[in-house]
């Protein structure tokens, strides 16, 4: 049988699987003039063999007996000497492997997941929590919380309201793609700007796209008793600023667009530039993927945007679906919006308030 196998390895090559073994009857004439066993080895080199060592029962019958491999001694011993290896391993590093997350950590990572989190920034923050988090802690569900919270709050930055200085003009633009919610954003700016605040606060718009955009926004202006300037080419731009310019804020609402318009884009990077906008924050639902917030904020950078509001957080089931974008675009956030109601639903960005969000703890008003 050695001799057999060999020369199957010497034809074959080391890959060969033996599908079949068995040693013909004695009685044939070259048995009878040589005296000697005959083996017939079947082999070949591209049949799939399934895998010897995974876990099924191990083939019954005569198969059992087409290659018996006594282990010997030293192999016996070796395998031994592994086994302990192993057990050495694991006892010193009980937490060597992912699949094997401490119980706390685990139920961590599986809030966080539900939280809308990507798994991956899940995955990331639980593997800094193992490694940096002392023992004791791991097994303290509160603990938890306050260190993921930490993190999570490193990974904000907040822009603070709109800094409104009487005398001094400021223009700040409201950007983003259609329907998340700029113009009843800018609506409920205005009114605490000017009902709360009793500032002079003006309006532009520049969405002539569409019949109702102009409507919608002079509705509000009516209500609050504002003047607002419609605007549709860049060049018209400069003057209704101008003319509003002994005002303290003017809040310019632009046409919703799609970050994969570039020509639309660029139109309102020209609309941008005619009015010096002091600042530019860009409007993204908390309702969307994360891959659209990131891809986003990405398009609509060119025209300069300088800070994040978020809104819809009363629709979404989880908002850890905007800490990447948060990371990516570098971009502090001013506002969050919780609802339709103008003016109240609206808040100054809370780090800590929005952290509180992301991880489900609810909100506390
Ligand atoms: N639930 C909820 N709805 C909101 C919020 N903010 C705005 N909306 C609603 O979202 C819808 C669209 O709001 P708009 O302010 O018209 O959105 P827009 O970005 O100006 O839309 P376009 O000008 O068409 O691009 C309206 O029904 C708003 O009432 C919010 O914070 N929560
Ligand atoms: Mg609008």
């Known amino acids: 049988m050695h001799e057999a196998l060999v ?32 083996i017939e080895v079947t082999a070949s080199v591209d049949v799939n063999v399934p895998n010897r060592l995974s876990n099924r029962l191990p083939p019954r019958g005569p198969i059992d007996r087409r290659l018996p491999v006594p282990p010997s001694d030293e192999l016996r011993e070796q395998l031994a000497n592994l086994q302990d290896m192993v057990k050495e391993l694991c006892r010193h590093q009980p937490r060597a492997t992912r699949h094997d997350l401490p119980k706390e950590l685990f139920r961590l990572f599986a809030d966080l997941l539900e939280a809308e989190l990507s798994e991956e920034l899940a995955r990331d923050l639980v593997e800094r929590i193992r490694t940096e988090a002392p023992g004791t802690e791991l097994s ?49 700016l205005a009114a605490n700007y000017r009902l709360h605040q009793k500032h002079r606060v003006g309006l532009i718009t520049v969405d002539t796209y569409r019949v109702a955009a ?82 986003t904020a990405e398009r609509f950078a060119a025209v300069g945007t300088t800070a994040l509001i978020l809104t819809k957080l009363d629709e979404a089931t989880g908002v850890g679906n905007v800490l990447p974008v948060l990371r990516s675009s570098k971009l502090p ?20 308030r929005l952290t509180r969000l992301i991880l489900g703890m609810g909100t506390d008003h």
């Open 140 to 188: 303290d569900p509160e603990l938890l919380k306050a260190r993921i919270a930490q993190m999570i709050e490193a990974e904000i930055t907040v822009a603070g309201p709109i800094v409104v200085t009487p005398g001094h003009r400021r223009l700040a633009a409201l950007v983003g793609p259609t329907g998340v919610g700029k113009t009843t954003t800018i609506a409920k």
């Open 333 to 352: 956030l001013s506002y969050l919006t919780n609802g339709q109601n103008v003016p109240d639903d609206i808040e100054t960005a809370d780090t800590q």
């Open 7 to 38: 020369l199957v390895r010497r034809e074959l090559g080391p890959d060969a699987a033996v599908l079949h073994t068995r040693e013909v009857p004695s009685g044939r004439l070259l048995g009878w003039l040589f005296g000697s066993r005959k």
């Open 214 to 295: 102009v409507d919608q926004l002079r509705t509000y202006a009516d209500i609050i008793d504002l003047p607002m300037q419609v605007v549709s080419t860049p060049r018209e731009m400069r003057e209704a600023v101008h003319k509003l310019d002994d005002l303290d804020l003017i809040l310019m609402d632009t046409a919703g667009r799609s970050p994969k318009d570039e020509v639309r884009i660029q139109e309102l990077k020209a609309f941008l530039t005619e009015a010096e906008a002091d600042e530019v924050h860009l409007v993204l639902s908390s309702v969307a993927g994360q891959q659209t917030l990131r891809q």
